[in-house]
């Protein structure tokens, strides 16, 4: 009796340690509060049969960061599976303390990836990337439907292949040619997430790019055969169009307040302050800032998700709770992909009308469409 007395006191206290360093963190901090409504509104998210979701992040930085690409599983309870590629298993000696580096392919539910404030994979997980992504960028799902368990089940042994590689210091395997690590240019989220499609599900015709000879050594030649977030999304959409699947978009928008800056970097910046860039394909909007997308292949892809969303999900700035957006405007794909064509043909500016941002205001050559995927944007 005086033992379970004991544990349920020690479980007591515990609840009331948490509860205290929750209210001790604000909203949008680590240890913080989770948005009010987050299992209201994934229960009524997964009323929908999707199979799976490829999550794709925004780049934060102010020119050439092309995001993050990871990838959600369901499963049979009530959240799904993220799969996403750790950008600190790189076996850096900076990055063996401090860091989370047990597993080059990290497995988290979903709510934690997007809205968490805690992480499961413990203290050395980083905010903002491996948990809470929310609070420091926005994030566009594309839900698949269709797809048989086995083609899930398949990704699923993938994922733990590469973690068994990179535990296993493998190099030279049938889908990446050098060192299992993750590596910014070779062996990053694009690779990781293309490869598993490409050798574990059979997707044998999903173009994946190894690594040039010798660009280890010489940094454009990396950057030539590197696998990019959003080329490799439109590459998926395509091949999943092909297998008779259909596909809705989610938009997860940034929480645009959050003041927290990660303490690894430096100079830190708070998350409110940093951009939220839709991630480009390889074009010449690689290196624009957040709204100022010119480029066709770009914009086409921007227009293509917005014609394909369903639905958007935003923290509301005065109660704090998660409010589902529908969207009703949604296209079947072939008339998406016609019609994202024409307007992305439509406002697209050629290489010769690409001069200097002041130049190009003062000639009246301003970008017709800043956010053209965000349909919860005024239009212009």
């Given at each position: ?210 690594p040039m000879p010798l660009s280890w050594l010489l ?162």
């Open positions: 009796m005086r033992l379970a007395q004991a544990l349920r006191r020690i479980v007591w206290l515990a609840a009331a340690l948490a509860h205290a360093l929750a209210a001790a963190a604000g909203f949008a901090e680590p240890g913080g509060p989770l948005p009010g409504r987050l299992d209201t509104v994934f229960e009524q998210l997964r009323a929908d049969p999707y199979a799976m979701e490829l999550l794709i992040s925004f780049g934060t930085s102010k020119g050439g960061s092309a995001g993050h690409l990871a990838l959600a599983l369901r499963e049979g309870g009530d959240d799904d599976t993220v799969y996403s590629a750790n950008f600190y298993a790189d076996r850096d000696p900076q990055h063996a303390q401090g860091f989370y580096t047990r597993e080059l392919m990290v497995a988290v539910p979903k709510k934690e990836y997007l809205y968490g404030t805690r992480s499961s994979l413990g203290e050395t997980a980083a905010f903002g990337l491996d948990f809470g992504e929310v609070y420091k960028r926005s994030v566009i799902g594309i839900r698949v439907y269709g797809p048989p368990p086995a083609e899930l089940d398949a990704l699923r042994r993938f994922f733990g292949r590469i973690n068994d590689d990179y535990q296993a210091q493998a190099s030279g395997t049938d889908y990446h040619r050098g060192e299992i690590s993750y590596d910014y240019m070779n062996l990053n989220c694009a690779k990781t997430i293309g490869a598993a499609f490409k050798h574990g599900a059979g997707y044998g015709t999903l173009l994946v790019y190894d940094p454009p030649l990396a950057a030539a055969s590197a696998n990019i977030p959003a080329e490799m999304a439109q590459k998926l959409v395509e091949q999943w169009h092909a297998r008779g699947y259909t596909m809705d978009v989610v938009l997860y928008k940034k929480w645009p307040h959050s003041a927290w800056s990660d303490p690894h970097d430096e100079p830190r910046r708070g998350f409110d302050t940093l951009p939220d860039r839709f991630p480009s394909v390889l074009s010449l909007d690689f290196r624009a800032d957040e709204g100022e997308y010119e480029d066709e292949e770009n914009l086409y892809l921007m227009h293509l998700l917005r014609h394909l969303s369903r639905y958007a999900l935003r923290i509301d700035a005065g109660t704090r709770d998660l409010q589902l957006l529908s969207h009703d405007a949604r296209l079947p794909y072939a008339d998406a992909v016609a019609q994202a064509r024409d307007e992305a043909r439509q406002q697209s500016k050629g290489v010769l009308r690409r001069l200097p941002v002041g130049v190009r205001d003062a000639a009246g050559l301003v970008a017709a469409a800043s956010h053209p995927y965000d349909f919860t944007a005024p239009r212009p």
